[in-house]
Nanobody, 121 residues
């Protein structure tokens, strides 16, 4: 009854920019941390960036200085601004959120369906 819907992926040339969005909807009481993970072909899923409800952020070393995560708590939405993209950023990007539902105040991890980001000339 909670859904995460991502948008904004696509094909971009090296050095270009993309902005990913992820909106949470459903029976939501509160959203704690939100973040973006990515999984390249043949590799494990890894954290790219995360943000707490209060706005504290955490980035993978490989994206520091190039990616910026932000959130709009009123809209239950998290964003990932990706600049200076490199071919090694190519991956499926998954939105994650730690959500407490209205029903029984049940809390758990939720994932989006994934959006492809391809960096290539």
């Amino acid at each position: 009854q909670v859904q995460l819907v991502e948008s904004g992926g696509g094909l971009v040339q090296p050095g270009g920019s993309l902005r990913l969005s992820c909106a949470a909807s459903g029976s939501i009481f509160s959203i704690y941390s939100m973040g973006w993970y990515r999984q390249a072909p043949g590799k494990q899923r890894e954290l790219a960036a995360a943000i707490t409800r209060g706005g504290s952020t955490n980035y993978a070393d490989s994206v520091k200085g190039r990616f910026t995560i932000s959130r709009d708590n009123a809209k239950n939405t998290v964003y990932l601004q990706m600049n200076s993209l490199k071919p090694e950023d190519t991956a499926v990007y998954y939105c994650h959120a730690d959500i407490q539902q209205v029903t029984l105040l049940r809390r758990g991890d939720y994932w989006g369906q994934g959006t492809q980001v391809t960096v290539s000339s």
